[in-house]
């Protein structure tokens, strides 16, 4: 059995699968299995797998049914105990594996790994600034007390222990987008997080991607299934208000009233920056003014889900 199982959902990755499988293939660690599952891709994204040859990859294809399908599928064929979750456009340095397998022989009692993510905006490649400041190798979180600036889990830089699927659950597959940040709330609020300090996993920044286009708000989460949690939890309430923002934001830029009533009801403003609570009360002028400015100086309006 491989040490790793390497989960690849795939759906209309052409231009990006073949250097993602070579990103895997050219690992100095090598005791894995590659689960690439295709779903539905009406591209050349099939043919492109099917020409790289190695008996560690393995090639699921199903009709399209969105990314949680396509990794719980994954994960359900995995024969390993450690799953290494990796997304169709993005890749890894050479040493991700040894890190992850490194961190895991030190840690034996924590079951979630990740290390630190860089995005590459067409030849630009920037580091993600954490809301914490690392000093050693390795620390360990709680996801929601560091994931305030920027989610400490992505799903091409996360490594867990099939295990804690059992308390947390599969990804939702009734979210079309943002069921990654739905599937990191359930693992925050079982397991801490290892953090390896080292820019190991690459975000391929693409426009077209379903995450960069899907703006249906009835698509993404609710983050109603956590009302009870977050009365007893404040570093979860706090997490969940700086979405809630999010979507109330994007919601009005939407001209989606409903939406916008319903996460601004849920959301206690003490938990946002007085930038963030003026911006709340805002008309859609004003709203799309600061994000013309924020886009031309590099930052983003809207906090980031994974």
Not at 68 to 78: V, Y
Not at 129 to 134: D, L, M, R
Not at 261 to 272: A, D, Q
Request: hydrophobic residues 35%; contains cysteine.
């Amino acid at each position: 059995m491989a040490f790793f199982s390497v989960i690849i959902s795939v759906y209309n990755k052409e231009k990006y699968i073949k250097h993602t499988i070579e990103s895997v293939l050219n690992q100095s660690f090598v005791d894995y299995e590659i689960i690439i599952v295709n779903d539905g891709s009406t591209d050349k994204s099939e043919a492109v797998i099917k020409s790289i040859e190695d008996q560690r990859i393995r090639l699921i294809t199903t009709q399209n049914q969105g990314a949680s399908k396509a990794r719980n599928t994954g994960m359900l064929e995995a024969s390993s105990n450690y799953f290494a979750l990796l997304d169709g456009d993005d890749s890894w340095d050479s040493s991700y594996l040894q890190h992850m397998h490194d961190a895991i022989c030190r840690f034996p009692d924590i079951k979630i790994f990740t290390a630190g993510v860089s995005q590459k905006y067409n030849d630009k490649v920037v580091p993600v600034e954490y809301s914490f400041n690392p000093t050693e190798l390795y620390s360990k979180h709680n996801y929601f007390k560091a994931s305030k600036k920027y989610t400490l889990i992505t799903s091409s830089s996360v490594v867990f222990h099939e295990s804690i699927l059992a308390k947390t659950g599969l990804f939702d597959t009734s979210l079309i987008s943002g069921e990654d940040t739905d599937l990191w709330i359930r693992f925050g609020l079982y397991f801490d997080i290892l953090f390896i300090n080292k820019q190991l996993a690459n975000y391929n920044y693409d426009a077209s991607s379903l995450s960069n286009t899907t703006f249906d708000l009835n698509k993404k989460p609710k983050f109603d299934k956590y009302f009870d949690q977050e009365k007893e939890n404040p570093l979860l309430k706090r997490f969940l208000d700086r979405n809630r923002y999010s979507m109330a934001i994007l919601s009005k830029l939407k001209d989606d009233t409903e939406n916008f009533l319903y996460f601004r009801l849920h959301l206690n403003t003490s938990n946002l920056k007085p930038r963030q609570r003026l911006l709340l009360k805002s008309p859609k002028w004003l709203l799309l003014m600061f994000l013309k400015l924020q886009s031309l100086k590099g930052e983003r309006l809207i906090y980031p889900h994974s």
